[in-house]
């Protein structure tokens, strides 16, 4: 006589867990997590939907994909530290990636860097007081025929100067700061014949 059993219940992989600080951007990664069955070689696909989620990769991001790839620490900091897409840093509203290969430093790259620096009061790798513009180095854009070569929010912009790379950035914040400002005339009000107060 055999008796049958059930195998026993698979326990959870704890991503599908809650996660403890109860953030609900926790489950994009986790998903992410789930369409790579937690394979190792997964961990930039990971580490783009962590950056892309949160907005950058704080410490607890990169200790959570690491706990949940079974990698050490040390490798997951690497990975993120080694690509220039990735940034442990909270950034600004707009970004500048500004390319100091050869071809574009010959051309002046650093002239930008330099320029955007004392325009804006910000260094590489660092943000505006107002949060609005992030600037960044990359060792090289593969772009090398437009040198000298910039990313500004997405978009690669070849051939540019000091003058027009901070004409561009300019415009971007003023653009910001305009859509930010409350019009004058939002509080504005005209009275009608029947005296009833309307907004123009």
Known sequence: MSVKTSPP???RP????EHPSGDPRFNLIDRTLKRFSYQQDALIEVLHTAQETFGFLS???LIYV???LKLPLSWVYGVATFYHFFTLKPQGKHTCIVCMGTACYVKRAAEIVAALQQAFHVEPGGTTADGLLSLSTARCLGS??????LVLDGEVLGRETPESTLERVRQLLLAE???AAPSANDDAVHVTNGGIHEPI
């Open 9 to 11: 219940p698979r326990a």
């Open 14 to 17: 704890q991503a599908a867990r």
């Open 59 to 61: 410490d607890d991001l």
């Open 66 to 68: 690491a706990r949940q």
């Open 144 to 149: 090398c025929g437009l040198a000298p070569v």
């Open 177 to 179: 700061r305009s859509e």
